[in-house]
């Protein structure tokens, strides 16, 4: 059973570049969850979605970043007119309706 | 809102020796607490969880972790440290308990292991 994947695992833009983030949920799990974890620093919530629904953003930041779940395919975590600040590990983890949640490998975004 | 503090940014011990990871959290809802590991350059792998029932839990790589509602904490112990337990540490709360929902994690512990 595979877990978690995310890809890229390492992705480079300049600034004003857009970044797309992709995450493929564990099978059978119909959660997913956004998190970005800048250097040195903690795990940040960004967004909680299921299948075609965004269940809670209130860690997004209300510009240039969304984030969508569609009913077939995997999780896209989009970024628009990336900035320095944007460089970051994001995150993916998915679960059933438990509360366990499964990380993938992330994805190191590096803005120029 | 839930909050989580790990009290202590670096940790270091010996080979062998006790490891102490401290864990408060704060939450209005009864909680779901976890402790997670994660390696240089990898994804966060699940350690252990509480999830309401025993408060002394058991995890994978001999690490275990108490429950206490009095102290509000939720601190991860091993009994002997080894080399490969070198890592950053992350205790985490849930939002809700029961259900799936986010996780708020505490600012991590890295713990170093020296011979």
């Known amino acids: 059973n595979a877990g978690v994947m995310q890809n890229p695992r390492h992705l480079v833009r300049r600034r004003g570049q857009e970044a797309r983030l992709r995450c493929s949920p564990m099978k059978g799990h119909s959660h997913v969850y956004w998190y970005r974890q800048l250097p040195e620093e903690g795990l940040k919530f960004m967004v909680y979605l299921q299948k075609e629904n965004i269940i809670d953003e209130s860690g997004m930041p209300k510009e240039r970043f969304s984030a969508e779940f569609p009913k077939e395919g995997p999780s896209i975590l989009r970024i628009q007119q990336v900035v320095r600040g944007d460089s970051a590990a994001y995150f993916c983890?998915?679960?059933?309706?438990?509360?366990?949640?499964?990380f993938g490998p992330g994805t190191r975004l590096t803005v120029l | 809102a839930q909050s989580v503090t790990q009290l202590g940014s670096h940790v270091s011990v010996s080979e062998g020796a006790l490891v102490l990871l401290r864990c408060n959290y704060s939450s209005s809802v009864p909680p779901y607490l976890f402790w997670y590991v994660q390696y240089p350059n990898q994804g966060l792998q699940l350690l252990l969880k509480y999830t309401s029932a025993a408060t002394l839990v058991k995890g994978i790589n001999g690490f275990e972790a108490e429950f206490k509602k009095s102290e509000t904490s939720f601190h991860l112990t091993k009994p002997s440290a080894h080399m490969s337990d070198a890592a950053e540490y992350f205790c985490a709360v849930s939002d809700q308990t029961g259900t799936a929902s986010k996780l708020t994690f505490g600012t991590g512990t890295r713990l170093q292991v020296t011979l």
């Open positions: 983890a998915s679960s059933t309706t438990a509360n366990e949640q499964f």
